[in-house]
């Protein structure tokens, strides 16, 4: 391992997914931290931006515009505006860049900035490490957080496994008019977001419609339910259950931004999510929270340093393995997950969150 020369310009390269993006935080402050009069930027997916915009330790988010990009190679007009794209980056002159996403994509974006050091993953896939002039070892820990962070250690650096995110004030503001048109104060109302991509990851609809009632019992104001455009349909169960009727339910689902999202969690006195981006907000925004698993590992994405915030009854079979994205398990694991143990582990946790110190002091988190 050699030690770098101090860098000036230094560009994060993690375009997506939102969750990832909140997850790769803690390699920014600790680029900063080291690093702290360096201009440091990141490549991002353009509908991400709101994630990691205000964080006082990013110099720019350079969007990436993907849905614009997706067909580059069916259309010399979209692959003239990514030659564009790719050559504004170069242009910027970058000394240090750090794939932290490991894919083609992210690997053509490391390898087109034309910075002489590059670093990413050995294990990075399709062919990503082919761009790299620092190929990282994966690390023993799983967790998708201490991936990356073996990035800086090969740079010399203390990580520093700050997870905090910031929310834009525009959104802050945004959110603060419509919270107190509603009549709430921060931590009186509960988050519930229900919604996941894939089937395999969504806990009932009946059964967070069974425990938005159970939460109004624990002194819990309204219930504001989040979600993804393009996902409203995997609310209307909960909401034709009649919790909504009450008139104790927000639903925003499909409404919001990513950084209303964040503003909206933010002020939250409790999140329960599946296995999605939420969830990652709420651990860095210091929010109580749950989430949910059947399929995926907590010991690989859930909650970073907070295991009694992630919920797991499906006990993985020696030898076998579980893809998340296999339609033939439709909602089968979450299923083993039951009301009364969501309500438990939430009054534990509820029970706790007083003690906890801010985020990147937490004496759950790692040192």
């Not at 993690?14 to 600790?30: E, H, K, Y």
């Not at 309500?343 to 110190?357: N, P, V």
């Amino acid at each position: 391992m050699i030690r770098p020369s101090e860098p000036r310009r230094i560009l994060i390269v993690r375009p997506s997914a939102l969750g990832d993006v909140c997850r790769t935080v803690p390699v920014l402050a600790s680029l900063h931290r080291a690093w702290p009069e360096a201009q440091t930027d990141w490549v991002v997916q353009d509908e991400s931006i709101d994630a990691i915009a205000a964080h006082p330790a990013l110099h720019e988010a350079i969007a990436f515009p993907r849905r614009q990009f997706a067909a580059w190679w069916r259309s010399p007009r979209v692959l003239a505006e990514l030659g564009r794209w790719l050559g504004e980056i170069r242009r910027r002159r970058y000394d240090l860049v750090l794939d932290c996403q490991g894919l083609g994509r992210s690997g053509l974006i490391t390898r087109y900035s034309g910075a002489p050091r590059r670093v990413g993953l050995r294990t990075s896939r399709e062919m990503a490490w082919l761009a790299y002039t620092l190929r990282v070892p994966a690390p023993a820990s799983p967790h998708a957080v201490d991936r990356m962070l073996t990035l800086v250690k090969a740079l010399a650096i203390e990580p520093l496994p700050d997870m905090r995110l910031h929310v834009p004030q525009s959104q802050r503001q945004w959110w603060a008019g419509r919270r107190a048109a509603a009549g709430l104060d921060d931590n009186s109302y509960a988050v519930l977001a229900p919604t996941a991509r894939w089937q395999s990851k969504r806990w009932p609809g009946e059964r967070f419609a069974a425990l938005a009632p159970a939460l109004l019992q624990r002194g819990f104001a309204r219930i504001v339910l989040i979600g993804a455009p393009g996902e409203e349909d995997q609310v209307r169960e909960l909401v034709a259950a009649g919790v909504a009727a009450t008139g104790a339910v927000i639903d925003l689902v499909g409404r919001t931004s990513v950084g209303q999202t964040m503003a909206i969690i933010e002020g939250a006195g409790l999140v329960v999510a599946n296995d999605s981006a939420p969830l990652h907000m709420a651990v860095g925004l210091d929010r109580p929270c749950l989430g949910l698993y059947g399929p995926t590992e907590p010991d690989l994405v859930g909650p970073y340093g907070l295991p009694r915030s992630a919920l797991r009854r499906y006990v993985p079979q020696p030898g076998r393995r579980v893809y998340f994205k296999d339609a033939s398990l439709g909602d089968s694991l979450m299923r083993l997950i039951s009301v009364e143990d969501v309500l438990a582990r939430i009054d534990e946790l509820l029970g706790s969150h007083g003690a906890r110190r801010p985020a990147s002091a937490s004496s759950e988190r790692p040192s």
